[in-house]
């Protein structure tokens, strides 16, 4: 009877105890697949972020390209303007500058260092 008794309790604690850690381990489980859950949808996050990171900086180079052009354009009209007037305007001279400083600041090329060196022999109108 005793041994009976003893082998009851051995069971019962057996029982609870892997009952115990079936929860446990159900609860890690669980807590696995959340987290996996994040990591999904973080990574999803990211890809997406990258993904408008190279639109916008594709975006920007179009822009910054356009704004060469332009740049360089009002750079041989502004030259053309003052070497047919034969005399460059103090005005003048300051845009034109102004126009050169932010084309070499957005990447431009040496092309204009010729006109500019060719404008500042200008006789100077006041």
Request: proline share 1%; charged share 25%; net charge negative.
């Amino acid at each position: 009877m005793v041994n009976e008794w003893i082998t009851a309790i051995i069971v019962f604690c057996t029982i609870g105890i892997i009952g115990y850690t079936t929860k446990k381990v159900r609860d890690m489980v669980t807590t696995h697949r959340q987290q996996h859950e994040i990591i999904n949808t973080l990574t999803s996050f990211v890809e997406q972020h990258r993904q408008d990171h190279v639109f916008i900086n594709e975006q920007l180079g179009v822009i910054t390209k356009a704004n060469m052009s332009q740049l360089k354009d009002r750079i041989l009209q502004k030259y053309k303007y003052v070497t047919e007037e034969g005399v460059i305007s103090i005005y003048d001279l300051e845009v034109f500058k102004s126009l050169c400083t932010s084309y070499y600041e957005s990447g431009g090329n040496s092309f204009i260092e010729k006109l500019e060196e060719e404008i500042m022999t200008l006789p100077r109108e006041v």
